[in-house]
């Protein structure tokens, strides 16, 4: 089968487009024939080696297929199940190994691109707005790079929960689709201060929360934009890592609480994973929440889909098609 393979980290010319064999399923495992994979920012991460892995790797953490063979003692799927999945590597493939407990069932009418679109990026909106900040009506959220694959879900369900959002983009083209997923207010955050617009925008008060996937380059005014016990949910960081920290500076700048969570403990086990992917799947048949494909590569192309990535020039969800 073909996948892409990293021998060495680095920069985007790394990704090599190879002819690898078939992996066969172990017990508790099954065998998905890859219809869609999702692109994401982690894929980044391990191309670099911001986040190690041992090397050579096939890359990838999400993809959407039908199940092709499973390995012994598997009970949760069976062959010709379409399912979906994240958060296990080596999804930039045709086909994929998986722990069965990691597949969720998708439904007839989702079509692969949205599932494999929602299992990584609407998860972790999912997790980071009822679990780990639960928003409730009234409160304000901050959420930066609005219009982006995690942004877009964010907005729409923070929506959805009766927050009232803020978001931040890099483009005018950004700031429409971020109004249109909901956003009560949008700041370009590269032609503004963002942090005295949402000043202005809270009449002084702040937001009580920041979902903040950019890192370096936002993170000192996130926590300056939080009013008193806010929190700042730092999940990612586009821009790069945040150096460093010292705790006394939440109680100096208001009682403030900082969490750096990762999807992973937020699916711990197979009810979590379900019941999370259940709520999404039905937001979305029900059209209260939409998902955006910006584009489709082909696997080989991955390269490129990683370039735009990371040149801000996506916006919502890209895939890879096998
Ligand atoms: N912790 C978790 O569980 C978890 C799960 C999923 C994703 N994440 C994190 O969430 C972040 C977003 O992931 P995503 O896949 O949805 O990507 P994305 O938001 O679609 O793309 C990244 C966006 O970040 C913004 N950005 C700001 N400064 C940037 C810079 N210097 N370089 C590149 N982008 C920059 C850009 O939006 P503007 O042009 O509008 O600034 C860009 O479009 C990533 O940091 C990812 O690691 C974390």
């Known amino acids: 089968m073909k996948a892409i393979r990293v021998h060495d980290c680095g920069g985007p010319e790394v990704l090599k487009y190879e002819e690898i064999p078939v992996p066969e399923p172990k017990t508790g495992e099954a065998r998905i024939r890859i219809e869609a994979i999702g692109l994401n920012f982690i894929d980044v991460y391990h191309r670099t080696g911001l986040y190690p892995l041992n090397r050579p790797f096939t890359l990838g953490m999400e993809a959407a297929g039908v199940v092709d063979l499973t390995g012994g003692g598997v009970s949760e799927v069976k062959p010709g199940d379409r399912v979906a999945y994240a958060m296990v590597p080596e999804a930039y493939a045709e086909y994929a190994v998986v722990p069965a407990q990691r597949l969720v069932p998708v439904p007839d009418r989702i079509e692969a691109k949205t599932a494999a679109a929602i299992m990584l990026q609407g998860m972790t909106a999912h997790y980071l707005t009822r679990s780990t900040y639960p928003l409730k009506a009234g409160d304000t959220a901050l959420v930066h790079a609005a219009a982006g694959g995690a942004g877009l879900l964010l907005v729409q369900i923070a ?3 009766g927050a009232r959002v803020i978001g931040t983009v890099s483009t005018e083209l950004k700031a429409e689709l971020a109004r249109q997923a909901g956003a009560d207010e949008v700041i370009l955050y590269t032609q503004r201060d963002f942090l005295a617009e949402v000043k202005r925008i809270t009449d002084g008060k702040g937001v009580h929360v920041v979902y903040d996937s950019v890192g370096v380059s ?7 934009c939080l ?9 990612g960081q586009s821009s790069g890592p945040v150096a460093p920290f010292d705790p006394g500076k939440l109680a100096a700048k208001g009682s403030l ?3 750096r969570p990762s999807l992973a403990h937020y699916t711990l086990d197979r009810a979590e994973l379900l019941q999370r992917a259940d709520d999404l799947f039905g937001w979305i048949q029900s059209g209260k929440v939409k998902v955006r494909i910006d584009r489709s590569f082909p696997l080989k192309d991955a390269a490129d889909a990683q370039r735009e990535l990371e040149g801000r020039r996506t916006t919502g969800k890209v895939v890879l098609v096998p």
Do not use: Y
């Not at 009013?227 to 999940?235: E, H, I, K």
């Open 159 to 161: 929506k959805m929960l």
């Open 218 to 224: 936002t993170f000192d005014k996130s926590l300056d």
């Open 227 to 235: 009013r008193p016990r806010g929190f700042l949910v730092l999940f």
């Open 257 to 259: 609480f900082l969490t």
